[in-house]
């Protein structure tokens, strides 16, 4: 796969319309608000580094204020960030196979429901892509543990 095509599978299997209208924070601390006011009413494909410059709090840890359902949504944004922007990205690609990799512990379980089989692939072979191309870059290889604990399962022989 070339970097395109994943944008292309990425964008097919997460469409972007309807927009969330839902709660988007799962609780009422200042980043919680932070993140609900950030999000809200914005397609997920519009999500960006750009626009992340004018967030106020930290980008890479918005999703884990998100409600399942948001971070469903929202979790292509941050993918092909990681994919896109990855060297001017930061910290973002880390935390999000970090939070990827928590999606497996039991209290997280109605995250992980959330996504569709095809989704799940989608998401392994991110992880798969992190691994060879960036896990050297990672202090802690948590796309590898994702893969060995849950996800490679749904990488196609």
Known sequence: MTLSDYFIEIERL???EPVHTE?????SSLEH?????YFKGKLWEDI?????????GDPSSCLSFMTPK??????????SISLKDYAAADVIPEATI???????DQENQEY????????KRMIAIFLDFMCREHGHDFA???AQNALSSYWARFLMP
């Open 14 to 16: 997460f469409p972007s």
């Open 23 to 27: 709660k988007i924070a799962n609780g």
């Open 33 to 37: 608000l932070q993140v609900e006011a």
């Open 48 to 56: 960006n580094l750009v626009g992340f410059s004018k967030y106020i």
């Open 70 to 79: 948001a971070f469903k949504y929202y979790l292509p944004a941050y993918l």
């Open 98 to 104: 970090y939070k990827i990799e928590k999606l497996t």
């Open 112 to 119: 992980l429901d959330a996504f569709n089989l095809d989704q």
């Open 140 to 142: 802690t290889d948590f």
